[in-house]
């Protein structure tokens, strides 16, 4: 083991110690792809970009803006009230809501965006049921709203993004002082008064940081808008890599793109320095401050019942029935095949970003008192801000590149040259999901280390243990909930992910979230409803895990 230690200006170096240059590596193999897009964004595209600029691509950038600007609005409007029912309200059959609230989150969007459009195109049953009441004999007779605009992809989006801001503001909700609010009302505020004054306010900051994890979200789905013909920047990227196979225009539009998640992310984390100026020694929630009575339970509940109706039953009713009725041809050898490879590929990453979680963390812990030791394992989560189709440019170019340079090698060497033996396998696929989903694992495995004294790595290093002998035998068992819950978080993302598998997969392959995403393209989502089925069983896992976790703490905190 190597043992340096330079003061450099106010710095002291960390020590070299295996941990930490293992932690380097994955750091340089990880961040590789975020370096490689911004040097390729700066060579020449053969004008293609400049094409862009000049006839289609303001109007990607105002579609993106005025879509994750409704997408937000819709969301707020939807994730707030129900955030502070749950949060402030008692009343009967709460601990159902609370639940089902939640269950959107599991629905695919360009499932619900297919389920819809189904139900409201002028050849669905909507319509369909309209014409033969009023007697319509063509659209020119009637006016009815196109379910394939913005407007469009903004309320599916909403739908099953809302969530979001619900989690996070009924958490800060619950974290408020009851007695700010009982001293309110005393003093003749409304409940809408109280809310106003002394609620809006400190949720504000949380408010935020949900809006801009809902607008990173809705600016990195795909699918969604490639369905509904919407173009923004991410389906820009892709059409320019499919349509001109350009990889440099391509990572100039991702580096346009990263501009907007830079500017979420700067948001949010401006806004979360704000959240810690109102915490305060007693905010506590000692239980619910209102108990509704039963007119206003039957409006509460009218209204989450039309969200979860909206956002979870209909869709899930739609797909069951199509699992049934259509489970001949959906149950077949190739929705066989593709579990198994899409089980094998997430339990593969799974495996992997564990890995690097461990290892980066057990780095950062050896040093702990210091703040370059710390660094390697925080920047390594940089991936994970990057939206499926920007990573699997950035994890293109430098596999691109190696493949070129490895095969022009070979070939000059013994005459022999494999070809895409990196980009055209499986293995792009993997490492673009380790590069992304790893930040679940780092961040995972970091809180629940913080958690455990130092001081019983010390008693362990003065009993002669080594480092890697004490991580091993004291901290793995201590750790084993926050392993197994951020794995199977990283399991399901994958499962889930679509953009970067569309871009990056091989030749006649198919993960569940591309073969589901083929049919709904065809508009023939009950031939692939089996699949659609499995993705939203899959997706409720976590939710469990969100859900359990949320009340737990809340307990404890009580």
């Not at 739908?159 to 619900?166: A, D, E, I, K, S």
């Not at 001949?328 to 564990?354: E, T």
């Amino acid at each position: 083991m190597l043992s340096t230690q330079v003061k450099f200006f106010s710095f002291e170096w960390p020590k070299l110690t295996v941990w930490l240059v293992a932690t380097c590596l994955l750091l340089l193999l990880l961040i590789t792809p975020i370096f490689s897009l911004f040097i390729a964004s700066l060579q020449a595209d053969d004008g293609i970009f400049s094409h862009l600029m000049n006839t289609v691509l303001s109007t990607y950038v105002i579609n993106t803006v005025l879509l994750v600007f409704s997408v937000c609005l819709l969301s707020l409007l939807i994730g707030l009230p129900a955030a502070w029912l749950m949060a402030m309200c008692d009343f009967k059959s709460k601990r159902f809501w609370s639940w089902a609230m939640i269950l959107p989150l599991a629905m695919p969007a360009y499932v619900v965006a297919y389920v819809y459009t189904d139900l409201f195109d002028y050849a669905g049953p909507i319509q369909i049921a309209l014409r033969d009441w009023f007697q319509w004999q063509t659209a020119r007779d009637y006016w009815f709203p196109d379910i394939r605009t913005l407007g469009g992809a903004a309320i599916v989006l909403a739908l099953v993004l809302y969530p979001y801001v619900y989690l996070l503001l009924r958490s800060a909700f619950s974290s408020q002082s009851i007695s700010q609010l009982q001293s309110s009302r005393i003093l003749g505020d409304s409940a809408w008064q109280s809310f106003y004054k002394i609620s809006l306010p400190q949720a504000r900051g949380v408010i935020v940081a949900a809006l801009a994890l809902i607008a990173m979200e809705t600016m990195a789905d795909f699918a969604t808008v490639h369905y509904f013909a919407v173009n923004t920047l991410t389906t820009a990227i892709y059409d320019t890599w499919l349509g001109y196979y350009n990889l440099s225009a391509a990572a100039r539009l991702s580096v346009l793109m990263l501009v907007f998640i830079a500017l979420f992310l700067f948001i949010e984390k401006a806004n979360r320095k704000q959240v810690k100026s109102y915490s305060r020694s007693d905010t506590f929630n000692q239980g619910a401050l209102y108990t509704l009575n039963t007119k206003q339970t039957v409006c509460a509940i009218i209204y989450m019942a039309i969200v979860f109706f909206l956002g979870f039953v209909l869709p899930a009713i739609i797909l069951l029935d199509y699992g049934v009725v259509y489970f001949a041809q959906a149950w077949n050898q190739a929705f066989i095949d593709y579990s198994l490879k899409s089980l094998m590929i997430a339990a593969l990453v799974a495996g992997v970003c564990l890995l690097v979680g461990l290892v980066a963390n057990f780095a950062a812990r050896q040093q702990y008192e210091n703040t370059l030791a710390q660094a390697p394992g925080q920047a390594m989560a940089a991936g994970y801000a990057l939206p499926g189709t920007v990573l699997a440019i950035a994890v293109l170019i430098p596999l691109t590149q190696f493949e070129s340079l490895s095969n022009r090698w070979l070939n000059d060497w013994i005459g022999y040259t494999p070809g895409l033996f990196l980009s055209g396998t499986l293995f792009a696929i993997v490492f673009a999901y380790v590069v992304r989903f790893s930040a679940i694992t780092l961040g995972a495995v970091r809180e629940a280390q913080a958690k455990i004294s130092p001081n019983l790595d010390k008693a362990s290093l003065t009993m002669g243990v080594g480092f890697s002998r004490t991580m091993q035998k004291i901290h793995m068992p201590l750790l084993t909930k926050a392993l197994l819950s951020s794995s199977l978080l990283v399991f399901i993302e994958a499962m889930k992910e679509l953009p970067a598998a569309l871009l990056l997969r091989p030749f006649g392959f198919e993960t569940l979230a591309t073969y589901v995403y083929q049919y709904v393209s065809d508009e023939q989502l009950e031939h692939a409803s089996l699949a659609a089925i499995t993705i939203v069983v899959v997706g409720l896992i976590p939710l469990i895990f969100i859900n359990n976790f949320a009340t737990h703490d809340k307990n404890n905190s009580a």
